[in-house]
């Protein structure tokens, strides 16, 4: 019964092995015989004798039982008796087991028949190809079988002990046998017992079934769950059926467990995916990939990329669909593989590449090292990231606490240096980490860091000659044993930042060699005049002072050039703690005893007085005290000069002055300039009024009591490209003569109102002038209106200022104009008041809101002088006389803090001036007031109305 193919024999005629006695059932007397009965039974039964003694139990005489066994030397033969109905007293006997021959044979299944001594009665063509060898089987045991077919005699032992114990229990019994070849197969073996009635074994059927198809089956569902199940990639199966069970996880491998895990997940959910507690970052990426899926064709593939935000992690996704025995889907198998690594590492590549362009492209250092400092916090949380630069003063850039930056900063920076250095004195690139700060035997450093801080990583940089270059340091308010990560990504970042830190140090020293004092350290003439230009493109109003010490040349002639340049350096500190006090937006030596300064017009007079405090503090010079003197000249842009070469110019010719008058400050004045021919003057208005070469400029208007900036006044200025600045007191009388005025008004209402319009605050005011020919226009109040609807702007905005001698020319023609524009919400300012003839009759006659002093009034305030105090009467008088007509009075040229506090007393109410700002373009306005620190947060209610 060995399965292994034999060779192949002819076939054998149909019933040549057939095994058949017939028999007279009278006498036992054999009739007939086949060689394959007596081959059987072991034995020769010639016909016509007898029966051999012993064979069959049964007597002669009697009729056989239908079973009957033959007990021939070969062992026992259960055979069916079978009487012949065309031979009287013939009975034919047939084994058992050959019954079924007609089955058996043609059955694929490998089929044996075996007598109770485990002799084998027939054995089919499945079990046995070659039909000698099936013949030569027959009588012979397993054990026989294999010792005459040269076999492996183990497997005949293992046969004879299962057939005992199907044998003895009367049960099947079951086991495998393993035939090694060219390919191992396995067959599964089945002893089937037989008994008779009395429980004894008559016949054992064994079958075996080819297993080795399954086992391999089998074999293959095993190493894949083994592989599955050990597989460092998450997998997972979700259910794709429509229904409750949608979406569902119905397999995770123990990959994909530990990833749970690794989200807050203990145990695989039993609810659909979508309805998992995630992190809302996370929740939406899984949720737009599980869309994806949903409009997916069946046998396509998706390939993607998952981020999980909330814990930087990234996951390489491979889906692919399981169809179910119809073709359609029922799973999606997922493979996930965990890239973090892959990507961080691209992230960080790609990140260094930014930090080298940005420096390449000459950003700052800032801007260079935010790629390689950036997002810090994704590291581990709570730390905080920087670099320290070693330079001086000590800079740096990145997320460090602004206590510790404090800290260091204390620290003088050749000691932070050589403590760098002691700590990587090999330059092997380690990071110190120190996970406690209240540790014993800290050094000075950390003792100074220790009240912001408790950890501290520190990776000191070094350039390509050994030099310190600073250090990147990462800081943690509470004691952190976790620093792995971090001191990784510190490490990482190390190469390129000494890179670009190396960079930036030498591009420091260039600079100040090409840009620098080497004595002070300050912007030398070149830089500032690069600063200059630079400050003069973004538009701002700006004030440039050059500073000469006085008889400087006396000191250095008397103490030597040595002490000379101490002092020089000692002034330049103070002059930097002046500069970082006031915000000026550069500090220069331009050579010798001479300083430069560029401020905010607006600051000037402030720098002014700070720098006469800085000249009454006394300098040391060998133990003794001295005083130095100075002289200061300025320049404005754009009231005189719109380039950086003309302020410099400017401002020294105003220097020059300062000294020839002895006085500490002079703004420069521009010498009037020469008559312009009045033909040319009125070519040149008309040329400007047809090609826009006007401008307006505001100057801001403020309550005395309360600083709050209420609005500004508009006025009118003229460069022209070829004659220059011209002031107003030459072109206005020049457009009065030529009969432009009412051209020139209109332009200066319309274009006032528009851009007030656009300014951010709702609340100001501006006042507009107008001239007596506007006055006695009969359509001006239409003109007036006109431009407030094309404006937009409220009339309650708006201040018409007229002068007295335009109010008192025609007073019944202005009364009427007057009242018609406060018909319209507009109010009414007269300008330059006491300087006219007005009468208090007329004036209390006309419908006039404001009084403007004029600031020939203003000018003396303060002093202690007899105009000084005939001014103060003066507007004294003004106060009363507004308070008694229910009018607002506003005072011009307000220059000084003395100044504004003598009309505060007075009763005074409003007040412009340089004291709180220059003329300014309307956007330099606009952010003026936007930065002012009381602002106009409602419209500002009108005087008490009066009835004229």
């Known amino acids: 019964m060995n399965p292994a193919p034999d060779v192949q024999a002819e076939p054998e005629a149909p019933g040549a092995a057939l095994a058949v006695l017939i ?46 066994v033959l007990h021939s030397p070969a062992g026992p033969v259960p055979c069916q008796a079978q009487p012949l109905g065309g031979l009287a007293h013939a009975t034919l006997l047939c084994p058992l087991h050959q019954l079924s021959h007609t089955v058996l044979d043609a059955m694929p299944t490998d089929v044996a028949v075996l007598n109770a001594s485990g002799r084998y009665l027939y054995v089919n063509p499945a079990a046995i190809r070659d039909a000698a060898v099936r013949r030569g089987i027959i009588g012979r045991t397993d054990l026989e079988y294999m010792q005459w077919r040269a076999h492996p005699t183990e497997r005949a032992a293992t046969r004879a002990r299962h057939f005992q114990e199907a044998a003895r229990s009367g049960q099947s019994v079951q086991f495998v046998e393993t035939f090694s070849g060219a390919r191992t197969s396995y067959l599964r073996r089945t002893y089937q017992p037989l008994l008779d009635e009395a429980g004894n074994l008559q016949l054992m059927l064994g079958y075996g079934e080819d297993q080795t198809r399954d086992r391999t089956q089998e074999d293959q569902r095993r190493l894949l769950r083994t592989m599955v199940d050990t597989s460092r990639d998450p997998l997972l199966v979700i259910d794709a059926r429509s229904g409750p069970g949608h979406q569902r996880v119905e397999y995770a491998n123990p990959a994909m467990l530990d990833l749970l895990r690794h989200h807050g997940l203990e145990a695989l959910p039993d609810t659909p995916l979508p309805e998992w507690p995630m992190a809302r970052g996370n929740s939406v990426n899984v949720l737009q990939m599980l869309g994806q899926l949903e409009g997916l064709p069946r046998t396509e ?41 892959q990507r961080t590492a691209d992230i960080w590549r790609e990140r260094t590449a930014q930090a080298h362009r940005l420096a390449l492209a000459g950003a700052p250092l800032s801007a260079s090292l935010t790629p390689l400092l950036a997002h810090a916090d994704n590291w581990e949380i709570g730390w905080q990231i920087g670099a320290v630069i070693a330079s001086h003063p000590t800079e740096f850039e990145g997320h460090l606490p602004p206590e510790v930056q404090q800290a260091l900063r204390a620290i003088p920076p050749d000691e932070l240096t050589a403590h760098w250095h002691a700590l990587d004195p090999a330059q092997q690139g380690r990071a110190a980490v120190t996970y406690d700060l209240d540790a014993p035997g800290s050094p000075a450093l950390h003792r100074q860091v220790r009240p912001h801080a408790r950890s501290l990583i520190e990776l000191p940089l070094f350039g390509l000659d050994g030099q310190v270059l600073g250090a990147l340091l990462a800081t943690h308010p509470v004691p952190h044993a976790w620093t792995a990560s971090v001191v990784e990504n510190l490490s990482a970042v190390a190469t390129s930042g000494a890179i670009l830190i190396e960079q930036h140090l030498n591009k420091v020293r260039l600079e100040r060699l090409a840009y620098r004092d080497p004595l002070t350290g300050l912007l ?74 560029l401020t905010r017009a607006e600051d000037q007079q402030a720098v002014v007085r700070d720098l006469q405090a800085l000249f009454e503090e006394p300098f040391e010079v060998r133990g003794s005290a001295l005083l130095l003197e100075a002289s200061v000249g300025w320049s404005l842009a754009p009231d005189t000069a719109r380039d950086a070469h003309t302020l410099l110019q400017q401002a020294d010719a105003a220097l020059y002055e300062a000294k020839r008058a002895q006085v500490f400050s002079q703004v420069f004045q521009p010498a009037p300039p020469a008559r312009i021919p009045t033909v040319t003057l009125e070519s040149a208005l008309r040329a400007s009024l047809r090609d826009g070469g006007f401008r307006m400029v505001y100057q801001p208007q ?83 209106a006109q431009a407030l609807s094309g404006s937009g702007l409220r009339p309650d905005r708006v ?56 600031r020939a009034f203003v000018r003396d305030l303060g002093l202690d002088t007899q105009a000084a105090r005939e001014s103060q009467a003066i507007v004294t008088a003004s106060v009363l006389m507004a308070r008694s007509l229910r009018m607002e009075l506003l005072a011009e040229g307000v220059e000084t803090q003395v100044q504004a506090q003598v009309l505060q007393e007075a009763g005074c109410e409003l007040a412009q001036g340089w004291l709180y700002a220059r003329p300014m373009e309307p956007d330099a306005f606009d952010a003026f007031e936007v930065s002012w620190p009381e602002r106009l947060l409602a419209p500002r209610s009108a005087p008490s109305a009066r009835t004229c």
């Open 23 to 68: 028999l007279d059932d009278r006498t036992h007397a054999v009739l007939g015989c086949t060689d394959a009965m007596s081959t059987l039974l072991g034995l020769t039964l010639t016909p016509g004798e007898a029966l051999p003694p012993g064979l069959m139990a049964a007597s002669p005489g009697r009729a056989l039982a239908p079973n009957v």
């Open 301 to 341: 593939a998706l390939r993607d990329t998952l981020f999980l935000p909330e814990a930087q992690q990234w996951l390489e996704v491979h889906i692919n669909a399981i169809l179910d025995a119809d073709g359609q889907r029922s799973h999606w198998a997922v493979n996930l593989r965990d890239i973090t690594a």
């Open 524 to 597: 030398n003439r070149s830089a500032l005049t690069d600063w200059t230009a630079a400050a003069l493109r973004q538009e701002t109003p700006l004030a440039l002072g050059l500073m000469d010490l006085n008889r400087f040349r006396f000191l250095n002639d008397g103490f030597g050039h040595a002490v000379g340049d101490q002092l020089l350096a000692d002034l330049a500190r103070r002059l930097c703690h002046l500069a970082e006090q006031r915000g000026l937006l550069a500090l220069a030596r331009m050579g010798g005893d001479e300083f430069g300064l």
């Open 702 to 784: 403020v309550q005395l009591g309360t600083g709050v900036l209420i609005g500004a006044e508009a006025l009118l200025r003229w460069t022209h490209p070829e004659l220059g600045v011209i002031p107003p007191d030459q072109f206005i009388p020049a457009a009065e003569r030529a009969g432009l005025m009412p051209r020139l008004g209109e332009w200066v209402l319309t274009t006032a109102l528009r851009e007030a319009a656009r300014w951010t605050n709702p609340n100001l005011s501006v006042s507009v002038n107008v001239s007596s020919r506007q006055l006695a226009d009969p359509t001006f109040s239409d003109r007036v």
């Open 799 to 854: 201040v018409l200022e007229v002068t007295e001698s335009g109010l008192i020319d025609n007073p019944a023609r202005a009364r009427e104009v007057l009242q018609g524009l406060r018909a319209q919400g507009v109010r009414v300012s007269m300008d330059d008041f006491g300087t006219g003839y007005s009468s208090l009759f007329s004036l209390r006659s006309l419908p006039v809101d404001e009084l403007k002093i004029d």
